[in-house]
């Protein structure tokens, strides 16, 4: 019987140690747990990102369908430069 007992004991012990220290213990889950969070902020962020990218996509689409509605903003107006082209034409005195 005490045999019995040492190992059961032996066989307790070693399913503890695997549980808490080995491979894919409680701190492999801690760890991979705090991973989860700090890459769902950041999969958080970058969904934010892709929808206003989605939106601005739309937008253009839509003012590309309706060119006559849109509307210029200041910003998007620039200033047309003139350039004087004149041809003069010398006369020789000569002639």
């Given at each position: 019987m005490k045999k019995l007992t040492v190992l059961l004991l032996v066989t307790l012990s070693w399913l503890q140690y695997s549980l808490w220290l080995?491979?894919?213990g409680l701190n492999d889950f801690i760890y991979?747990?705090?991973n989860l969070m700090c890459q769902q902020q950041r999969?958080?962020?970058?969904?934010i990102r892709n929808e206003q990218l989605c939106a601005?996509?739309?937008n253009?689409?839509?003012?590309?369908?309706?060119?006559?509605?849109?509307?210029?903003?200041p910003?998007?107006?620039?200033?047309?430069?003139?350039?004087?082209?004149s041809?003069?034409?010398k006369k020789?005195?000569?002639a």
């Open positions: 080995g491979k894919n991979i747990k705090k999969n958080a962020v970058l969904k601005k996509i739309n253009l689409y839509h003012s590309v369908k309706n060119p006559e509605e849109r509307q210029l903003s910003t998007e107006i620039t200033p047309v430069q003139k350039t004087d082209n041809i003069t034409v020789s005195i000569d």
